[in-house]
């Protein structure tokens, strides 16, 4: 690194080495860490592209941390029902197919009505919720969010849609300690995923935006509208989905 020129009071100069001094690591350090984080996402979607890799959550990894545990028995998207990745499409997603990570429309209307104090609506893609679920945190913030959109752009790019949507319903919650929609199926129905019918899919589907609150075995009204709409829909989505197939 060069050194730099410094004179003192009295005129006289002297050569600085801004890397020895307590600023100059600590910029050192910053721009190494900022390297480390940018990279290690990076690193890890390239290596998620395996198939038999099983990639976990961050809340996964709390649970792990806190001993609490967690249900999740990965499945290949194989055996899961199209019934199944239509319903969820079309309630978290349905622009997956055409878009690049981010709906870029949706969120520019959320930004709007949040600057015009409006009640606003989600925007979150499927690589948006894929790329939240793998690298970041749960809580709302515009910082979370800030950095969710380019992790999400960059998962879009190194996943095939086929293995990004697999990934998201293999790590994606469907209750407290209950991941996957394997687990999801199982706990709830008593089947498996590749046998989940319709109207199961679509109380499955209807649940993601809030697993905690919402029992897709034990549906109250709201959430049996919901379902019916979301039925319907995935029954008519067709080849609108079939970058899946």
Not at 16 to 45: A, E, F, H, K
Not at 152 to 163: E, G, N, Q, S, Y
Not at 229 to 244: P, T
């Amino acid at each position: 690194m060069a050194r730099v020129l410094v004179r003192n009071k009295r005129g006289r100069g002297y050569l600085v080495d801004p890397g020895r001094s307590p600023l100059g690591r600590i910029m050192r350090y910053v721009i190494l860490i900022g390297i480390v984080l940018v990279m290690l996402p990076l690193i890890l979607l390239c290596l998620y592209r395996l198939p038999f890799v099983h990639p976990i959550s961050t809340l996964m990894v709390k649970d792990l941390v806190t001993f609490s545990g967690y249900d999740r028995q990965w499945v290949s998207i194989d055996d899961i029902s199209p019934t199944l990745v239509n319903s969820v499409m079309m309630s978290e997603d349905a622009k997956f197919c055409s878009h690049a990570g981010v709906d870029w429309d949706a969120l520019n209307s959320v930004v709007s009505d949040t600057i015009d104090g409006e009640q606003t609506r989600g925007a979150s893609t499927i690589p948006m919720q894929t790329a939240k679920n793998l690298f970041l945190w749960n809580s709302r913030s515009f910082i979370r969010k800030g950095l969710e959109v380019p992790l999400a752009v960059m998962t879009d790019l190194i996943l095939p849609k086929r293995r990004l949507m697999e990934i998201y319903l293999n790590i994606a919650e469907w209750g407290p300690g209950i991941y996957g929609i394997e687990a999801a199926a199982q706990h709830h129905f008593n089947t498996s995923a590749a046998k989940l019918s319709a109207r199961q899919a679509a109380y499955l589907a209807v649940t993601l935006p809030n697993p905690i609150m919402r029992n897709p075995a034990k549906p109250g009204r709201g959430l049996q509208m919901l379902a019916r709409v979301n039925e319907r829909r995935a029954r008519a989505a067709g080849a609108y989905v079939g970058c899946i197939g």
